[in-house]
Structures are given as C-alpha cells and as structure tokens.
C-alpha cells in the first residue's frame, strides 16, 4: 500500500514557475514508478510525465517537454514536478500516481493516487 499526498499548487501568472512535490508513504516507494496526470474542468485526465523507479528514467508528454521536469528522492519519498514558462491552458488538478514496476502514460497503470492539487495559471 502506498498514499500519495501532492503539495506546492497554486496561482501563477503565465510564464511563471512552480514545484509541485508527491509524498509517499511505505518504505518501498523506490519499487513504484510515479506518474503525473493533470484535468482540467471539462476534459479528461491527460498525461503529463513519469519517472521511473530507480534510474531516473523521465517521459513527457509533448507538450510539456523542455518545460517541465520530473525528479525524485527516494531517501524522502517524494518525487517532484518542476513547471516552468507554465500557460494559462495548463490550469488544471495535477495528480501523481503510484505503479509497482514501470512507468506509462496510460492512467489504467496506475494503482494509487493522490488527491490532486490545483494549479491555476493566470493570463
């Protein structure tokens, strides 16, 4: 079992920058490659990068590519999302997601889930 709690959202104005953090519990969360979903009001769950569980190895989706980076510390438990020149289309729950094995951009994959954090970019 592994909980997930996401921090760091909030309002930015276009262009701007933000660190969304993803804290896990259970002393195995080297073994879980961790995802990071975001939907906006109206539209589905979108993939937005993952990370996989012990390399470092990163997948973004294409439009957040050489914006946005995907890291993590296993010594703390928490993976971390770095937003940067952040668009107002972009407003939208993030999430992270837990698998045990690898990563994907499918969000069926994924068994645990965060409760999202808003984050809102204003134009």
């Known amino acids: 079992q592994v909980q997930l709690v996401e921090s760091g959202g909030g309002l930015v104005q276009a262009g701007g920058s933000l660190r969304l953090s993803c804290a896990a519990s259970?002393?195995?969360?080297?073994?879980?490659?961790v995802g990071w979903f975001r939907q906006a009001p109206g539209k589905e769950r979108e993939f937005v990068g993952a990370?996989?569980?012990?390399?470092?190895?990163?997948a973004y989706a294409g439009s957040v590519q050489g914006r946005f980076t995907i890291s993590r510390d296993n010594a703390k438990n928490t993976v971390y999302l770095q937003m940067n020149r952040l668009k107002p289309e972009e407003t939208a729950i993030y999430y992270c997601?837990?698998?045990?094995?690898?990563?994907?951009?499918?969000?069926?994959?994924?068994?645990?889930w965060g409760q999202g954090t808003q984050v809102t970019v204003s134009s």
């Open positions: 997601a837990a698998n045990w094995g690898t990563y994907s951009d499918s969000a069926k994959v994924y068994d645990y």
């Open positions: 259970g002393r195995t969360f080297s073994s879980y490659a």
């Open positions: 990370i996989s569980r012990t390399d470092g190895t990163t």
